[in-house]
T-cell receptor, first 112, second 112 residues
Framework: GQQLNQSPQSMFIQEGEDVSMNCTSSSIFNTWLWYKQDPGEGPVLLIALYKAGELTSNGRLTAQFGITRKDSFLNISASIPSDVGIYFCAGHGSSNTGKLIFGQGTTLQVKP | DARVTQTPRHKVTEMGQEVTMRCQPILGHNTVFWYRQTMMQGLELLAYFRNRAPLDDSGMPKDRFSAEMPDATLATLKIQPSEPRDSAVYFC??????????FGQGTRLTVV
């Protein structure tokens, strides 16, 4: 079945640094979504991407839908301690069944 | 403040017992997902519904798991009989269209 490969698996950075993480697939995806999960909570939708090449921002977060439709990246600029959490990419494959698949997540830790 | 509501938040049960988890999707949303999250497997899609009809439950062990939507305001996930390997956090998510999903806070299940 379709799978999403997310990297890096974890990151430990200094407050104020920029962060970049990405997600790749061996098959085409029609949508890419980026979520953040805090401990003890459900994932929260950050950014949704619907078209190849689309670049969308949400505050300090920027995400892009890759031209090949097989990848996406998420950037966080000027990280702050509350950015700590697990970031997930998710997407809908080309079969248009509505099935939403998740990557394995990137754990972000920010040192004040 | 619209949100997905899951009950119970925590459940501890003995092996062999029946477990029922409930989800109230966001009013007006017509797509409902059930996910299971573990450290080893990440977020696994168990089943999802559109307009109360099951579209895909291929991720769910059929012999012990069942998912239903008795009406538009309630989705249930049942495990009978439960086993220790079912211990995980179970998330429900709902979406107003075919692409986005908004998560509840999850039910943390422990089977002893």
């Amino acid at each position: 079945g379709q799978q999403l490969n997310q990297s890096p698996q974890s990151m430990f950075i200094q407050e104020g640094e920029d962060v970049s993480m990405n997600c790749t697939s061996s098959s085409i995806f029609n949508t890419w979504l980026w979520y953040k999960q805090d401990p003890g909570e459900g994932p929260v939708l950050l950014i949704a991407l619907y078209k190849a090449g689309e670049l969308t921002s949400n505050g300090r977060l920027t995400a892009q839908f890759g031209i090949t439709r097989k990848d996406s990246f998420l950037n966080i600029s000027a990280s702050i301690p509350s950015d700590v959490g697990i970031y997930f990419c998710a997407g809908h494959g080309s079969s248009n069944t509505g099935k939403l698949i998740f990557g394995q997540g990137t754990t972000l830790q920010v040192k004040p | 403040d619209a949100r997905v509501t899951q009950t119970p938040r925590h459940k501890v049960t003995e092996m062999g017992q029946e477990v029922t988890m409930r989800c109230q999707p966001i009013l007006g949303h017509n797509t409902v997902f059930w996910y299971r999250q573990t450290m080893m497997q990440g977020l696994e899609l168990l089943a999802y519904f559109r307009n109360r009809a099951p579209l895909d439950d291929s991720g769910m062990p059929k012999d012990r798991f069942s998912a239903e939507m008795p009406d538009a305001t309630l989705a249930t996930l049942k495990i009978q009989p439960s086993e220790p390997r079912d211990s995980a956090v179970y998330f429900c998510a709902s979406g107003g269209g075919p692409y986005e999903a908004f998560f509840g806070q999850g039910t943390r299940l422990t089977v002893v």
